[in-house]
């Protein structure tokens, strides 16, 4: 049977990333960005002051009293006009252009003209007792990012402060990649909507809700095709479908082990091929890959668990690379083992809930690991990886976990 990384391997060797398009700022959060980010100036732009105060000259101030006339008021947003000369100073506000002649500015609360509230005029004159340095309560041109410098690499996941970013160096549009389209099918004749009262045999189909909503989490356009039946017909009808809707990937959950309804496998590779169904894994375990005319084709198992597990494993990372992102950081801590942990020696991964204490990540599972305890993953906040071989971890040992 294929091992994880094996499986992985072969999966993402199918995906490309997709071409780039040119959006609007607006729309830019948590896409990726498909261009380096280079500044087209220094930032800040122009010397500004960082208090609201009066701007001066270092060398006209001292320890002992000093008086200076104030000849001009500088507000924020406005560029001042006036050179200062020896012995003269102008009111300025913060993010305000300091003045020509100037190279430091006092806070007003060190100064003798104590009046913040709005509309104050400015003072015709103002004194203090405080020795300035050059520069002092400035911000000066080019401080934060100077002109040329590469800001934001192709393949960042741009987060609120990147977005802001690209505001501040004035790119309204930007390019990104294009988002990974997937068509999205459950499959099985006990599954009812999620608006349906449960009748006689019949359970409600969870994993659309739960794929639809990892799939938007990371990035993908989604389309929905509903149910296919658990006969021949039904499943060609419903594949069919997915295949025109012009998808990067076709994900399906269940119908692929080896249950007399299971007819997934068998219409897959009718109209294509299958690669793989299997993978040295728990849960998880029936996994098919394959492609259905021509178009990548991931059927996860039914179990809700599985088909979350088997999402996070192989279609998460299939999503990034059709998405191009580079800096995917899986969010992987090392944790202790509150308890002995069993396994039969295939890659597990088990539901469990994280502590912290002194720095050290502790794991105590969520219940039993039944593949149908889509509770215990909603309890769960990391998924403990115990790795293929193993068949017991003794309370206290250490494992990975991916952070859910
Ligand atoms: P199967 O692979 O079709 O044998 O399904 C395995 C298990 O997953 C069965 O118990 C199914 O009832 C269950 N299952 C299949 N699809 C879903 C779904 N969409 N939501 C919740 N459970 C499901
Ligand atoms: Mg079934």
């Known amino acids: 049977m294929l091992s994880v990384s094996e ?16 959006i609007h700022l607006d729309q830019a959060a948590s896409r990726i960005l498909a261009e380096d ?24 101030s001292s320890a002992a009293s000093t008086t200076l006339s104030v000849v001009a008021d500088i507000p924020a947003g406005v560029a001042p006009t006036q050179t200062l000369q020896r012995g003269q100073s102008a009111r300025i506000m913060t993010g305000a252009q300091l003045p020509l002649g100037a190279d430091c500015v006092i806070m007003v609360e060190d100064t003798d003209f104590n009046v913040r509230s709005a509309g104050t005029q400015a003072p015709k004159t103002v004194t203090f007792s405080k020795n300035m340095r050059v520069g002092e309560n400035v911000r000066s041109r080019g401080t934060d990012i100077r002109n040329g410098e590469q800001v934001l690499a192709k393949g960042r996941e741009l987060r609120a402060q990147d977005v802001g970013l690209l505001a501040m160096l004035g790119r309204a549009q930007i390019s990104v990649y294009q988002k990974a389209r997937v068509a999205l099918m459950s499959s099985g004749d006990e599954l009812l909507g999620a608006d349906e009262a449960l009748t ?57 082990s080896v249950g007399a309804f299971d007819f997934i496998k068998e219409v897959v590779d009718e109209n294509g091929a299958m690669d793989f169904w299997r993978v040295n894994m728990r849960p998880g375990k029936p996994l098919a890959f394959g492609e259905y ?72 599972l969520t219940g039993h690991q039944g593949s149908g305890n889509l509770l215990s993953l909603v309890q769960a906040d990391a998924l403990l990886i115990i790795p293929a071989g193993v068949k017991c971890l003794p309370a206290g040992s250490e494992a990975d976990a991916i952070l859910l």
């Open 37 to 60: 980010i280079f500044a087209d100036g220094d930032y800040p732009p122009f010397d500004n002051s960082s208090v609201d105060g009066f701007a001066l000259r270092a060398e006209d």
């Open 7 to 22: 499986a992985r391997q072969r999966i993402l060797s199918r995906f490309q990333t997709k071409t780039p398009e040119t």
């Open 293 to 364: 005319r021509g178009i990548p084709f991931v059927g996860l198992p039914g179990n809700p668990v599985s088909a979350f597990v088997g999402f996070e494993v192989f279609v998460r990372p299939a999503l990034e690379r059709l998405n191009g992102k580079m800096d995917g950081i899986r969010i992987q801590v090392r944790a202790r083992c509150e308890e002995e942990i069993l396994s039969d020696g295939r890659e597990s991964y088990l539901r469990a809930k994280l502590r912290v204490e002194n720095g050290i990540y502790y794991a105590a």
């Open 200 to 256: 006689a045999g019949k359970i409600r189909d969870a994993n659309s809700y739960v794929l639809a909503a990892a799939l938007a989490k990371h990035g993908a356009e989604v389309v929905r095709l509903g149910v296919a039946k658990d006969t021949r017909e039904s499943v060609a009808q419903t594949l069919n479908r997915a295949a025109a809707q012009n998808a990067d990937l076709i994900l399906s959950s269940a119908g692929v």
